[in-house]
């Protein structure tokens, strides 16, 4: 075999070069000359217009494969037609024609004239930019979508208003005639499908009447029993369904066939967990739009944004009931408590009547007999002092405690505090002192309830701090700035600029252990189990201290260092208690006589008073009482109730002087 010159070589390399070139590059390549015969292409044209290479070898004229390509269903006619008239009239301008092909092939046919005549033409396939632009306005439609939906599922907690948000956003957005959803209920066998909501559109009204509507209505209202229809399928599948015509179907329930029900989408809505937790059902005439991917995956999304609002609004309905629940429990345990410390109250006042009385008449009594009644009485008035602890708290947390407010000296409270727990804290050897900003007198207070307050800071300074050791009482105008340097027992909000009467108890005792603080201002608690066999208490001092500056509109906070001591603070707001207290003073001078009136009208009664008359229904009260009138020289009359001290008002032994 004779081998090629190398002017042959060169010749056949020189010919092969635009045929390699043109396989080199992404787009497929035709190349016509002036009479639109196909002279060279690559195997891209091959691949896309899906042609017989050996054919196009043959070189045939461009009409000709459109005609092929419109044969074989490729092109349509109107694209064939585009193409030979842009290969006719193109003279030197670039021209670009978009193609669709019917295999979903996207291409921009780019047409551009040659030097010689002929025609350069370019396919330029699109197709995965089409598509992602295709999936990238899907999504875009999907979120828009769902975002909307969203949107309006958050503006309520509540179970039936979301429901109509959602279905009638999904009855405009889909074109429904109607649409249903429903809320499964119950457990197992016993479960069922209630009625969450329902919405028939004007398009179904204009199309049946009123009177189909009204009958449509009545028939969504009603509730689906376990295995009944197509909706209990949806429910155990988990999987959506599509029906035709509803009325025909054999697993439709009787009562809900009619003919203006035909094509339904039945889509479940699954919770977090993906137990189906109801089930919605749209009525469309173009049924095949509900099924079609995009607007099926849309719709299962929207259930499942639908699902998280039912479960949000199930368990807010779940912890209102809770709420209600603990509620009436707090409400019922706060008037058990005040009603058995009424009832505990009332013969422990007989005991300490007449324990008192056997103190005052120890004729009779040795020594030890006398010390016996007096650790009764000690005994009974620290029993008394815990049960009125008991009693307060719980009057405050029933809301039966009014402030009766008035123009009160701080530092005169102050001071009296003082000296009432003088006595405890000599017994330890504690060091009292009062700081008061002498500026600060007159302020507008429950004088008893503040009272009660500073008594309680003080008492468990002094129970908690250590022999020798010091207690301080202090009071000041204060700001909200300074509030919020403090361990607060709440977050409620704090205006920086609003004055206080901050009234604050500072120890060097135990102090408190930081993550035990949070234990603070909670009832019948304390910090300690063993401070609670050490100190003697019920833990209600702090909690009722709290409640108590909460209703004089304030709050309370502290700092507090282990083994250093500690600081309570009660703040009280000076400007809200200066308005009210104005107008309760007021009110309250207005409707009582001067002092000098009463002080001569009480002198009078006491001069004209030989005999008293005592209305109690308690037999130990009843003798307790006439006992003590009676040492003190008084006559006394005894009434068990109202009825018979009305008839006694007549008797001759009760005269119109001997009345108060």
Excluded at 250 to 275: C, M, Y
Aim: hydrophobic fraction near 40%.
């Amino acid at each position: 075999m004779n081998s090629a010159s190398p002017l042959e070589q060169n010749l056949y390399s020189f010919q092969e070069q635009p045929a390699l070139i043109l396989e080199k590059v992404d787009d497929a390549i035709a190349l016509l000359d002036a009479e639109q015969h196909l002279v060279l292409f690559n195997q891209k044209l091959v691949r896309i217009l899906h042609l017989e290479s050996v054919w196009l070898k043959q070189s045939p004229r461009f009409s000709e494969i459109l005609a092929f390509l419109v044969e074989q269903n490729t092109w349509s006619s109107e694209q064939r037609d585009r193409a030979l008239q842009a290969c006719e009239h193109t003279s030197g301008e670039n021209q670009v024609i978009q193609i669709n092909q019917n295999d979903q092939i996207y291409l921009d046919l780019y047409i551009t004239s040659t030097s010689t005549g002929g025609k350069l033409l370019i396919f330029r396939d699109l197709t995965a930019q089409r598509r992602a632009q295709h999936d990238l306005a899907d999504e875009v439609r999907r979120l828009t979508f769902l975002l909307g939906l969203t949107e309006r599922l958050q503006t309520s907690d509540n179970l039936i208003q979301i429901g109509r948000f959602a279905l009638t956003y999904l009855v405009k957005a889909m074109g429904a005639a109607f649409g249903d959803v429903k809320v499964i209920g119950g457990k197992g066998s016993d479960r069922s499908a209630g009625k969450l909501t329902n919405l028939i559109s004007g398009q179904f009204i204009a199309t049946h009447g009123e009177s189909v509507a009204e009958t449509m209505q009545q028939r969504l209202d009603q509730g689906v029993a376990y295995g009944q229809g197509i909706l209990w399928q949806v429910v155990e599948t988990g999987q959506p369904c599509f029906v035709e015509d509803y009325a025909t179907h054999p697993n439709a329930v009787k009562e809900f066939r009619h003919p203006a029900i035909g094509q339904l989408g039945i889509f479940p809505i699954p919770s977090a967990d993906g137990t189906i937790i109801g089930v919605l059902t749209l009525e469309s005439r173009s049924l095949q739009k509900l099924q079609e991917a995009p607007q099926q995956d849309m719709l299962l999304a929207a259930c499942r944004t639908l699902g998280a609002a039912i479960e949000r609004a199930q368990s807010q309905e779940r912890l209102q009931r809770i709420n209600q629940d603990l509620e009436l429990a707090s409400r019922l345990k706060s008037e058990f408590l005040a009603s058995m410390s009424h009832e505990l109250r009332t013969p422990l006042n007989s005991i300490l009547g007449f324990s008192e009385l056997l103190l005052r008449q120890r004729e009779g009594l040795n020594s030890r007999k006398v010390g016996h009644v007096s650790l009764i009485h000690k005994s009974g008035q620290h029993l008394l002092h815990l049960i009125n602890d008991i009693l307060d708290l719980s009057k405050v947390e029933a809301g039966k405690v009014d402030l009766e407010l008035n123009t009160v000296s701080i530092q005169a409270l102050c001071r009296q505090c003082l000296q009432m727990i003088q006595p405890r804290a000599e017994r330890k050897r504690l060091a009292l002192s009062l700081e008061l900003d002498y500026q600060l007198d007159q302020v507008v207070i429950d004088e008893r309830r503040v009272r009660q307050i500073v008594i309680n800071l003080l008492s468990n300074a002094v129970k908690f701090t250590p022999e020798k050791g010091k207690v301080k009482l202090s009071v000041q105008v204060a700001y909200g700035n300074q509030l919020l340097q403090d361990t607060r027992p709440d977050e409620s909000p704090v205006n920086l600029s609003t004055p206080y009467l901050c009234i604050a108890v500072t120890d060097t005792g135990i102090g408190i252990e930081a993550e035990k603080k949070h234990l603070l201002f909670r009832p019948f608690q304390q910090i300690d189990a063993s401070l609670t066999r050490r100190h003697e208490g019920t833990g209600l001092g702090l909690a009722l201290t709290k409640r108590l500056a909460e209703l004089h509109g304030g709050t309370v906070s502290f700092v507090s260092q282990l083994g250093e001591g500690s600081t309570f603070r009660v703040w009280l707001p000076l400007n809200e208690l200066r308005e009210t207290g104005r107008s309760i003073t007021a009110s309250v001078a207005a409707g009582s006589p001067s002092p000098d009136q009463s002080t001569s009208s009480q002198a009078q009664d006491r001069v004209a008073q030989p005999c008293v008359l005592v209305v109690e229904d308690q037999p130990y009260n009843q003798s307790l009482i006439a006992e003590i009138l009676e040492m003190e020289g008084y006559a006394v009359n005894i009434i068990a109730d109202g009825q018979t001290m009305l008839e006694t008002l007549g008797s001759p032994l009760v005269t119109a002087r001997s009345l108060p």
